[in-house]
């Protein structure tokens, strides 16, 4: 009987002490959290703010909201973007409305005339590159520097032609008569020549010329002898105004693109990889879709080079681009 009793006054006392703690927390967390109240030294503009972006995810659905909710809050910001104080900007209930190019931006266009194949250079019309055995030893050798045949490459013409993939209902496809200018934008690291030469000039041979304002090249911090000043005097003796970016230190990919895009003049940005080859009306679609709605963003159909024998394969149009969980990307 003695010992029952002292174990309900022991159960007591610890749900009187749980208690006690529990009050205690709930006080603290009043005090210090901007969950609760002002608290102790709260910033009021915080709560603001939160119930800014809270207001905004409610009155501002879709894929355009978060474009919305940061012009909608940086409206009255000195150092707003250029495109901001250049054109008005609505807010709908789908989000950012931005008004369509204005007609002198626009430019005619016509499509450019097909990469004539030059005899049976290899490579020529996409078609494989096959290294004769007594240069395997060299082909190997070579391929450890960027991870791909780099032999096969500098065998293959800077300008090769390649076969016309696009189906032929696309090939009948009209596009608006005026669409707006685009730069590319071209980020490198210890490049191989040929490809990075390959790269540029099939951007200018399959680019309708009025369309292609310029291209930017940004190195980042490249280490080969090849990427310096000669690939300064060459850029000067492009049909298209080329224009070069140097980082002091390694970057990496993403803020590489974005020191290009600070010095974009194209009302469009277009990033591609320094080792791609463009291929027959790649361009037109793709500005179609962004003079109907300034707020889209972009990509075609990526295909496939052969790092072996630079075979252009094409891919299936029915596939995605994805990430699995740790967060690789996939087709």
């Known amino acids: ?34 969950c609760f109240g002002d608290g102790w030294d709260c910033n009021k503009n915080k709560n603001v703010n ?33 495109e901001e104080n250049e054109v008005e900007h609505e807010v709908g209930d789908d989000g950012l409305m931005l008004p ?16 004539k194949p030059q005899g049976d250079s ?31 490459s500098d065998m293959i013409s800077l ?12 090939k009948e496809k009209q596009y608006p008569e005026l669409l707006p200018t685009t730069s590319v934008v071209i980020v490198f690291h210890n490049e191989a020549w040929t490809t990075l030469i390959r790269t540029i000039w099939s951007t200018i041979n399959r680019s309708p010329r009025p369309l292609l304002k310029e291209i930017i090249l940004v190195d980042d911090a490249s280490e080969k002898e090849h990427l310096g000043k000669k ?27 974005l020191l290009g895009a600070k010095h974009v003049k194209g009302d469009v940005i277009t990033f591609l990889d320094a080792h791609c080859e463009c291929t027959e009306g790649w ?31 094409q891919a299936s149009d029915m596939t995605w681009g994805g990430f699995n969980w740790k967060l690789n990307f996939r087709w």
């Open 122 to 152: 290899p490579g020529e019309m996409g078609k494989a590159v096959n290294i004769p055995i007594e240069q395997e030893k060299l082909m190997l050798d070579k391929f450890q520097e960027n991870q791909f045949n780099l032999l096969a």
């Open 159 to 170: 300008n090769r032609s390649l076969t016309d993939v696009r189906f032929e209902k696309c």
């Open 231 to 257: 690939l300064e005097d060459y850029i000067k003796t492009l049909p298209v105004s080329t224009r070069l970016f140097r980082t002091e230190n390694r970057s990496g990919l993403i803020r590489a693109r």
């Open 1 to 34: 009987m003695f010992r029952s009793k002292i174990r309900i006054h022991t159960c007591r006392i610890i749900l009187l002490t749980s208690l006690v703690w529990l009050l205690v927390d709930v006080v603290l967390l009043a005090l210090y959290s901007d």
């Open 283 to 313: 361009l037109e679609p793709l500005l179609a879709r962004i003079v109907k709605d300034r707020t889209t963003v972009v990509c075609p159909i990526i295909d496939v080079i052969s790092d072996t024998t630079f075979e252009y394969i």
């Open 50 to 82: 939160n119930d800014y972006i809270a207001k905004d995810n409610d009155e501002f659905r879709g894929k355009k909201a978060a474009i919305a909710a940061a012009l909608q809050k940086n409206a009255d910001d000195e150092d707003a973007n250029i």
């Open 100 to 115: 369509q190019y204005p007609r002198s931006r626009l430019k005619r266009w016509k499509p450019v005339p097909s990469v």
